[in-house]
């Protein structure tokens, strides 16, 4: 997926879903960045939170899969680009679609027990 360049007013709040690897670059303005792990939301407010404050030129990579708030700091608008980070998953990931991948290619089904 290509870049996407994405322009937050002053005073506005954003809130995204943002998968692992994404990268949030900041190309005009400075940012507020707010997030928590998304494999903790059954913990709710006692999750605990990241907020990282991105100036021009900063870039921040995630690290995990969250739900992320950007936030102006400043009093003028601001310019991001947002990176949906890499298209695949881990190699494990890759080998288990590979097998399903192959087991439907030969008409054969994958029972749970």
Same mark, same amino acid.
């Given at each position: 997926?290509?870049?996407?360049?994405?322009?937050?007013?002053?005073?506005?709040?954003?809130? *995204?879903?943002?998968?692992?690897?994404?990268?949030?670059?900041?190309? *005009?303005?400075?940012?507020?960045?707010?997030?928590?792990?998304?494999?903790?939301?059954?913990?709710?407010?006692?999750?605990?939170?990241?907020?990282?404050?991105?100036?021009?030129?900063?870039?921040?990579?995630?690290?995990?899969?969250?739900?992320?708030?950007?936030?102006?700091?400043?009093?003028?608008?601001?310019?991001?680009?947002?990176?949906?980070?890499?298209?695949?998953?881990?190699?494990?990931?890759?080998?288990?679609?590979?097998?399903?991948?192959?087991?439907?290619? *030969?008409?054969?089904?994958?029972?749970?027990?």
């Amino acid at each position: 997926m290509k870049p996407l360049d994405q322009r937050y007013a002053p005073g506005q709040i954003r809130a *995204n879903w943002f998968k692992r690897g994404s990268a949030i670059t900041v190309l *005009n303005g400075a940012l507020r960045v707010s997030y928590r792990d998304g494999s903790l939301d059954w913990l709710l407010g006692d999750a605990p939170m990241v907020s990282i404050v991105l100036r021009e030129g900063d870039c921040h990579v995630l690290p995990y899969e969250a739900y992320v708030e950007v936030i102006v700091t400043g009093e003028r608008a601001a310019i991001a680009r947002i990176d949906a980070g890499p298209l695949k998953g881990s190699i494990a990931a890759r080998i288990v679609r590979w097998c399903v991948s192959m087991g439907r290619l *030969n008409g054969v089904r994958v029972r749970r027990s």
